[in-house]
């Protein structure tokens, strides 16, 4: 799949025709001729034609000369933008080579800002003359004073600066005390000072960070495990990598997953640098996206923190990748390009010749693996930072200690609460299931409450007063009477999700405040924002919370945290299942006793002897990967084997049977591959789509793009099947 294409850009003076990808999903670029007085290199945005539109795509080398030149459709213009890097346009290549997704496709990844490639926007701003009123008021005078400082500010700015109405600054326009001059319509990026504030670091991050920073200087590739407990100071120590690397004048992109990207983090990044860094998450609008990526490009935005797709922005000076919380799922893109963005942060960083840092607290099997085999180098903090212990974590047997029925929290969860409640200090309960209820079903008729559309429960809201499906966001009243039977008030709720913990919370502490937090019922960064801010500021006692409460907080008068279905992860036959729950479990015991004050953990559970169980209570988390690798390592899954996963879906189900059972019969013979399936998925129906998966199993060295390619590549597919290929697979569904 990789193009043969020379990009040296020598070879392509002058060029009669150029080969411009686009990004759509097409494994090729097309090539175009180049107008007369036009110059075009490799890396050019441009616009072109294809079939009635008009797309703008990247030059990726001079035209393979397959059509006569003046058969071909001609460049129709360059756009203003400083040209894709070639870094990044190798990055494309092998991206789409490692994932099978088309090139196209990985190239949308990476020109996905609309409106980036126009031209910027002017705005009007205002700036002091030596003319003044004929009256002088005195909020004039203010207006006059706060642009003495010879800024130029819009009129919303001035007159918010100077505490005046709009209409006092614009009677200073008319007065010609003003004058406008036109600036760029985006704010600026501010440079983050390497030097700005840091932190004196204890003798363990100062050896840590020192190593780190000596990698920097060495401005050669490298891969370090930085491993350390939660609280230890990860974050001080690879600020100073930033640090270093700004100093030598590289680009620095910062990955965190999507939920750890907090306002926490950018505060602290603030403190460090003196101001904030460029963001690049789903939340951006489109002009703020327009804004990063174009900074990005022009090397004006110096740090980004970002989510996964952070990866493809256009840095031309990148010299250091920090992957933080390197073990998170959410790192791997499930929809259209199938990656994984620790991985190929990993390619990324070897591609350009710069360092990367994975971070943890939890590290993956993967990278723990990659470690121990001299791979990566790991550098380990075993402390908390300060007096801050590690929190004491406890099983509570829920076969010996039951709550009352209908309940969900048991005797000595309730009993450890209140202590803490009345020390005066805060308690956590994790369950990671939003809603209320995650099944509902008839008293009467036994009837379940399905999704038509996914093989799911509908979950209930109680807030919202619907019953949801969270694979589709297929939504419905919750009924008053049974739907298959016509029993009324016959419905009942079946386990708990958070807004039923809640409820409990309520009825055992009247008196606590309580505040729920998950996606459902924080809609929103402000709200979000909000809710953190008033449980820092003591003004909440019990948190009752999903996943976004597990992640990076810091809470300093949390010291209680009651897992409520620590064996809820463990359900599934996930094969990382353990690994994932072990991870999640650790780190929402992390958020207990960040500061004076201990944390202890109760972890609720019927396996109280579950490996994963006794890990956390011992804090043996060596130990437990140590038998996690070995008992991979016996059946040659990851990271000991390679697995890739296949979907094929339609929505004519029959379809997707039949195509299924005939791709089955074209798998190619290889050796250590085995292809098992097809079998109907998990999720069998998903969004009104049925769903069959193979799994193709393969030892650790085999080159499963090629088996994939030879199987799949000569497949005639009908237009209404889509066959997903996902190379590392992480969800099984
Ligand atoms: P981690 O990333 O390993 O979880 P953090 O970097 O978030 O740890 O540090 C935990 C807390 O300890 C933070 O509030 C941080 O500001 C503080 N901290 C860490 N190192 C130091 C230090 N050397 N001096 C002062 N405070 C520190
Ligand atoms: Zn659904």
Known sequence: MASEISTSPNRMAPPESVAVLVPLALPEPYDYAVPAGLTLSPGDYVAVPL????????????????IERKRLKSVSERLEAPPMPEALRRFIDWVSGYTLAPRGSVLRLAIRAPGALEPPRLRIAYQLTDARPARMTPARLRVVETAGDGFVRTVRELAEAAGVSDGVVRGLVEAGTLTPVEMPAEAPFPSPEPDAQGMALSPDQAEAAAALVASVAAGAYSATLLDGVTGSGKTEVYFEAVAEAL???????ILLPEIALTQQFLDRFEQRFGCRPAEWHSDLSTRERARVWRGVAEGRARVVVGARSALFLPFPELGLIIVDEEHEAAFKQEDGVAYHARDMAVVRASLGAFPIVLSSATPSLETV????????????????????????????????????????????????MTRA?????????????????????CRSCGHRFECPQCSSWLVEHRFRRELACHHCGYTAPVPTSCPACGEPEALVACGPGVER?????????????????????????????????????????IIVGTQIVAKGHHFPWLTLVGVVDADLGLENGDL???????????????????????????????????????ALCSGDRDAFLDREAQARERVHLPPFGRLVGVVVASADAELARRTARDMSRCVPKADEVSVLGP???????????????????AGRNINVQAFMQAWLGPLKLPNAVRVSVDIDPYSFM
């Open 576 to 614: 990382r299942a353990a690994e994932r729950t072990f991870q999640l479990l650790q780190q929402v015991a992390g958020r207990a006793g960040r500061a004076e004050r201990p944390g202890r953990v109760f972890l609720q559970t019927y396996m109280p002897e579950h490996g994963v169980m006794r």
């Open 51 to 66: 079939g009635a539109q008009e797309l703008i795509g990247v030059v990726w080398g001079p035209g393979s000369g397959a």
């Open 247 to 253: 100093r030598r004048g590289a680009q620095v992109l």
């Open 501 to 541: 913990i809640a409820e409990e919370v309520a009825t055992l502490f009247p008196d606590a405040r309580t505040a729920i937090v998950s996606s459902d019922n924080l809609r929103g960064p402000a709200a979000h924002r909000a809710v953190f801010a008033a449980i820092e500021a003591r003004e909440i006692d």
């Open 369 to 416: 693996v990659n470690a121990d085999q001299g791979r990566y180098r790991r550098l380990r903090l075993e402390a908390r930072h300060g007096v801050a212990e590690m929190p004491q974590i406890e099983a509570i047997d829920m076969r010996r200690d039951p709550p009352e029925r209908g309940r969900w929290l048991s005797p000595r969860l309730v009993i450890e």
């Open 421 to 441: 409640l009345e020390a005066g200090e805060q308690a956590m309960l994790f369950l990671n299931r939003r809603g209320y209820a995650p099944l509902t079903l």
């Open 679 to 697: 079998a109907p998925a998990p999720m069998a129906l998903l969004r009104g789509r049925t769903r069959l998966r193979f799994l193709v199993k």
